[in-house]
């Protein structure tokens, strides 16, 4: 990745915008860290090793700022937008339809309790009487 920037810093573009690798060196590897190499590297001094994964996340925050900063990406994210706004819209006309349905079953329920309930006790009341 070094390599690749400064190959693009000794080519720089006309525009006033960043190169698209512009980003930040990963965060310095851990004080205490156990790793084990299993191929020969030859550590330059202005090199980076990276051992741990953390180390990416300057990183990968600039990658997605970037991404984000592109217009098919920002016109995705506004259709997507749009297109939640539709469905919620679906949805709340969805739960007030089901909310309805539910009150006319919820009142028959009730009234049959209140008619079961009633000739309970009529049948009661006339074995009494």
Same mark, same amino acid.
């Given at each position: 990745?070094?390599?690749?920037?400064?190959?693009?810093?000794?080519? $720089?573009?006309?525009?006033?915008?960043?190169?698209?690798?512009?980003?930040?060196?990963?965060?310095?590897?851990?004080?205490?860290?156990?790793?084990?190499?299993?191929?020969?590297?030859?550590? !330059?001094?202005?090199?980076?090793?990276? /051992? !741990?994964?953390?180390?990416?996340? $300057?990183? %990968?925050?600039? %990658?997605?700022?970037?991404?984000?900063?592109?217009?098919? /990406?920002?016109?995705?994210?506004?259709?997507?937008?749009?297109?939640?706004?539709? @469905?919620?819209?679906?949805?709340?006309?969805?739960?007030?339809?089901?909310?309805?349905? @539910?009150? &006319?079953?919820?009142?028959? %329920? /009730?009234?049959?309790?209140?008619?079961?309930?009633?000739? !309970? &006790?009529?049948?009661?009341?006339? %074995?009494?009487?």
């Amino acid at each position: 990745m070094i390599s690749l920037r400064e190959e693009m810093a000794q080519n $720089p573009s006309s525009t006033s915008q960043p190169a698209p690798f512009d980003y930040p060196d990963p965060s310095p590897p851990p004080a205490l860290h156990s790793a084990r190499a299993t191929r020969s590297l030859v550590a !330059a001094s202005d090199s980076i090793n990276v /051992v !741990a994964t953390f180390q990416f996340i $300057p990183v %990968l925050i600039s %990658l997605i700022e970037h991404a984000l900063a592109t217009p098919l /990406v920002r016109n995705e994210l506004e259709q997507c937008g749009k297109e939640r706004r539709e @469905w919620s819209k679906i949805g709340k006309d969805a739960q007030r339809r089901e909310t309805e349905r @539910w009150e &006319v079953i919820r009142k028959d %329920l /009730v009234a049959g309790a209140d008619r079961e309930t009633k000739a !309970a &006790v009529s049948f009661d009341l006339g %074995l009494l009487l």
